[in-house]
């Protein structure tokens, strides 16, 4: 799906099949996905919706927020089994009997992001020992994420340049106890390597829900 030229509506309308296929395509015809959330980020300070004095509606996905540069994870286990009754309530249970996985899909809307991309951990470094669990508390829901406990022992890693049509898939949990990787630590970060004319980023991510059978 073209983004270049945003249409809040038509992310509405056209986004969600358009990341459910993507999906498909990693984790086989099988699956059930949903896409519970999407969110618009800038670095564009004078763009974003976080400016001092200005109301800001958490509900109004067309708002652009900043980048996040605080090391986090969406979701906890808890979190994960909380989304699940949240938005499915009524068929929670039978879904829950499987493996599920939420995912984050990471974009830019436009021009290569030189200044403030995503980086990603390495799942592998990370020790449950480390993560801390803390509360994500809106007016109409209350979830749980994680965050991690400084450490030497983390690899990072990020897509150089990435393009709009280059799509960043990452876990921010995994039900399955066998899984090499069950969650991804990730922030955005100033980019010491970039460009001073570089243009601001801006960026689209997705958030869903995957239910496969164990």
């Given at each position: 799906?073209?983004?270049?030229?945003?249409?809040?509506?038509?992310?509405?309308?056209?986004?969600?099949?358009?990341?459910?296929?993507?999906?498909?395509?990693?984790?086989?015809?099988?699956?059930?996905?949903?896409?519970?959330?999407?969110?618009?980020?800038?670095?564009?300070?004078?763009?974003?919706?976080?400016?001092?004095?200005?109301?800001?509606?958490p509900n109004n996905r067309g708002l652009y927020i900043n980048p996040v540069r605080t090391v986090h994870i969406d979701q906890s286990a808890d979190g994960a089994v909380k989304r699940v009754r949240h938005h499915l309530a009524e068929r929670a249970d039978q879904l829950l009997q499987g493996r599920l996985r939420v995912l984050n899909l990471w974009r830019p809307l436009r021009y290569p992001v030189q200044d403030y991309p995503l980086a990603v951990c390495d799942a592998t470094t990370i020790s449950s020992e480390l993560l801390v669990k803390a509360a994500y508390i809106r007016e109409d829901y209350h979830g749980e994420s994680l965050y991690p406990l400084q450490s030497?022992?983390?690899?990072?890693?990020?897509?150089?340049?990435?393009?709009?049509?280059?799509?960043?898939?990452?876990?921010?949990?995994?039900?399955?106890?066998?899984?090499?990787?069950?969650?991804?630590?990730?922030?955005?970060?100033?980019?010491?390597?970039?460009?001073?004319?570089?243009?601001?980023?801006?960026?689209?991510?997705?958030?869903?829900?995957?239910?496969?059978?164990e």
């Amino acid at each position: 799906m073209p983004l270049s030229h945003f249409d809040a509506d038509a992310v509405e309308r056209e986004y969600p099949g358009h990341v459910e296929e993507i999906v498909r395509e990693l984790v086989g015809s099988n699956a059930e996905v949903v896409m519970f959330d999407w969110r618009l980020r800038t670095s564009d300070r004078n763009h974003s919706a976080f400016r001092l004095g200005k109301e800001y509606d958490p509900n109004n996905r067309g708002l652009y927020i900043n980048p996040v540069r605080t090391v986090h994870i969406d979701q906890s286990a808890d979190g994960a089994v909380k989304r699940v009754r949240h938005h499915l309530a009524e068929r929670a249970d039978q879904l829950l009997q499987g493996r599920l996985r939420v995912l984050n899909l990471w974009r830019p809307l436009r021009y290569p992001v030189q200044d403030y991309p995503l980086a990603v951990c390495d799942a592998t470094t990370i020790s449950s020992e480390l993560l801390v669990k803390a509360a994500y508390i809106r007016e109409d829901y209350h979830g749980e994420s994680l965050y991690p406990l400084q450490s030497d022992q983390y690899k990072w890693y990020y897509l150089s340049n990435q393009r709009s049509d280059e799509v960043l898939i990452f876990k921010s949990y995994d039900s399955s106890a066998s899984a090499k990787a069950r969650y991804c630590p990730h922030a955005s970060f100033e980019n010491p390597f970039a460009q001073a004319d570089a243009p601001c980023r801006e960026s689209i991510e997705a958030r869903v829900l995957v239910f496969t059978p164990e």
